[in-house]
């Protein structure tokens, strides 16, 4: 691994549909130092459809992690080489996603039923592309394993058969029959206790904890049990949360970004990749930035501009700030 790279102590978690390069663009502007995570991408999407639709990333998301969802150690192996060429730090195998379609397709948690395979999974990863850390994200248990023991093991096994030495487990089970994904992330209980007991039964492993985390103070006590906290909605909903991270949980001592200098760099960006004709629209970026005024006084006109289709049909990148306008005129605090 790339000596140079932070650590792991936070990241922003996959999340389909969310964490796609316009939002990993603007929490690098906010975080310079937290690990970014794409969405959960299909192997198989990546070796037999457009590589650039799938692994485009913007230069300045470094660090940042590819999750790759699948079974197949040579499919996996195959994309995780690809990802390798795109520049990618580290390679994240999807062993938590409860959905019926990734269980049709017998990946995502119910991997975790399958640890040989898993290895088998991680160690073609591994081989396939040397320059990138692989690691893997995993639940605590399927359905009604509730024992400690079962993560234990699958964590333990893969310990001896791979060299992947980073786990990142959503400190939840997963249900795989009669539970939406949705209802997968809030219904089964979450169980720190067995993260904790992780990171004592193997001190060596990098062990980054996940679930339901939502304040800077939450963060500050897990750190004191695992290596690293990995924060999904929150990041999403609340986007300005990361903005103290780099001060509190890497001793970086530079100014954190002011407000307005973020949404200047966000319509700058939305200029470049309106031009550069890829089919992007105002509105693939902005649906991420809705939640960014979160806590100020404006928060309300900022989403309603920002989702109005009449104001994003032409497209103009100027809607960004003529959106921060009306929080500045709300909100006191801003005012020059
Ligand atoms: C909209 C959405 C999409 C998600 N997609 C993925 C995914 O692609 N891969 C994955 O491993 N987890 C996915 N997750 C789960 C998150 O990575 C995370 O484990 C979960 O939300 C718990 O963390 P949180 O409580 O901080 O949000 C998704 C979660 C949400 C809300």
């Not at 390069?21 to 970014?36: N, V």
């Not at 333990?156 to 949705?182: D, M, Q, Y």
């Not at 001190?203 to 049990?225: P, Q, R, S, V």
């Amino acid at each position: 691994m790339n000596k140079s790279l932070p650590s792991r102590r936070l990241s922003v978690a996959p999340m389909l549909d969310w964490t796609d390069r316009h939002y990993r663009y603007m929490a690098r502007q906010i975080s310079r130092h937290t690990w970014l995570y794409t969405e959960m991408i299909n192997a198989g999407a990546i070796i037999y459809g457009d590589p650039e639709r799938f692994l485009l990333k913007n230069d300045c998301e470094n660090p940042v992690a590819l999750q790759l969802g699948g079974s197949e150690p040579q499919a996996l192996a195959a994309a995780a080489q690809k990802a390798a060429a795109w520049h990618y730090d580290e390679i994240n195998l999807n062993c938590g996603c409860p959905s019926p379609r990734v269980q049709k397709g017998a990946f995502g948690a119910c991997l975790m039923n399958e640890t040989a395979l898993v290895a088998d999974c991680l160690n073609a990863m591994q081989d396939a592309a040397p320059e990138c850390v692989v690691t893997v994200k995993h639940r605590i248990g399927v359905d009604k394993q509730t024992d400690y023991q079962v993560v234990a093991d699958f964590v333990g096994t893969l310990r001896e058969k791979t060299a992947c030495r980073t786990f990142i487990v959503h400190a939840r089970n997963a249900w795989l029959n009669g539970l939406s994904p949705k209802e997968n992330r809030e219904i089964p209980p979450l169980k720190y206790d067995y993260v904790y007991r992780l990171k004592q039964e193997f001190a060596d492993l990098e062990i980054i904890i996940n679930g339901g985390i939502k304040t800077n103070e939450e963060i500050a006590l897990h750190l004191n049990h695992v290596d690293g906290v990995m924060i999904g909605r929150e990041c999403y909903h609340n986007p300005m949360i990361m903005r103290d991270w780099d001060n509190l949980f890497y001793s970086d001592t530079r100014p954190a970004i002011e407000y307005e200098e973020l949404v200047l760099r966000l319509q700058d960006y939305a200029a470049v990749q309106i031009a550069a004709g890829r089919g992007t629209i105002l509105r693939h970026m902005v649906r991420h930035y809705l939640g960014l005024m979160h806590g100020l006084k404006g928060a309300r006109q900022w989403r309603r501009m920002l989702s109005d289709a009449q104001l994003l049909k032409p497209n103009r990148p100027e809607l960004i700030a003529q959106a921060w306008a009306q929080v500045v005129q709300a909100d006191g605090r801003f005012a020059s």
